[in-house]
């Protein structure tokens, strides 16, 4: 089982940077494959970002590509995800989310545990 817990949301302006964390807990955190999704008001969550287990590896969704980085820190159970250059678009609760499997696709269903979200606004 593994608990994960995402902080670093909030209000910002359009263009600003903002960087997002999660905590892992429950189980040896290098062992999983990671993510990032989010999910903005009245639509779907999708896609935003994955990591391998070793962070050698690592995906973007065409939107968010050069603006996001997603990295992790396996000595401190944490995978954070950078985000650069903010639009409104981007506003949406922000998902981190692990796989039991070396490196994550980008369907939520590749995913076993998900975290509660944190909310990240960009105003224009």
């Known amino acids: 089982q593994v608990q994960l817990v995402e902080s670093g949301g909030g209000l910002v302006q359009a263009g600003d940077s903002l960087s997002l964390s999660c905590a892992a807990s429950?189980?040896?955190?290098?062992?999983?494959?990671m993510g990032w999704f989010r999910q903005a008001p009245g639509k779907e969550r999708e896609f935003v970002a994955i990591?391998?287990?070793?962070?050698?590896?690592?995906d973007y969704a065409d939107s968010v590509k050069g603006r996001f980085t997603i990295s992790r820190d396996n000595a401190k159970n944490t995978v954070y995800l950078q985000m650069k250059s903010l639009k409104p678009e981007d506003t949406a609760v922000y998902h981190c989310?692990?796989?039991?499997?070396?490196?994550?696709?980008?369907?939520?269903?590749?995913?076993?545990?998900w975290g509660q979200g944190t909310q990240v606004t960009v105003s224009s």
């Open positions: 990591i391998s287990r070793s962070g050698s590896v690592t």
């Open positions: 989310a692990a796989t039991n499997r070396f490196y994550g696709g980008r369907s939520e269903s590749d995913y076993d545990y």
């Open positions: 429950g189980r040896t955190f290098s062992s999983n494959g």
